[in-house]
């Protein structure tokens, strides 16, 4: 999996996940903000809540599938054991919050998915379900990307 994503990526896996983890970031803020739109909360005159519910449908869709891509990446590429033996000396523990935030991720996302298809009577935990999909992407992107981009990784 290792050679398939240095290939994939010509050799640039890191800024490729950083670029991958930023637009799963910036998808998962316009998320959230059309789902305001959705619930009523903000009323833009140019978008009405069924739009903005169907483009949320659409993007989640997406960020789905680059979850998992990034996702199976990560894994493939930096594993665990190694990522989290080596990856953050010291009290602040980085790498391993990222792991398990991004585990915790997944998790969600699935759990969201199974509302979404499968249990509707627990529609009612979507908003917070999405805030935590939003949440746990921040935190993911924090610990890798933004580390990175601030120097600290």
Known sequence: MEDLVETVTAGHATAVKIVLASVLLALGVYQAMLMAVGYGKVRPPFLTPASAAAAHRAIGDAIVVLVVVVGAACLGYYG??????????GPDGRVTLHVVASFALIGVLALKLTVLHLWRRAE??????????????????????????????
Do not use: C, H, K
Not at 143 to 149: E, H, K, M, T
């Open 80 to 89: 665990i054991e190694d990522s989290v033996q080596d990856g953050a000396p």
């Open 124 to 153: 009612r935990l979507l908003p917070v379900l999405g805030l935590g999909v939003l949440s746990l992407l921040f935190i993911t992107w924090l610990s890798s990307a933004g580390a990175f981009l601030v120097g600290a990784g």
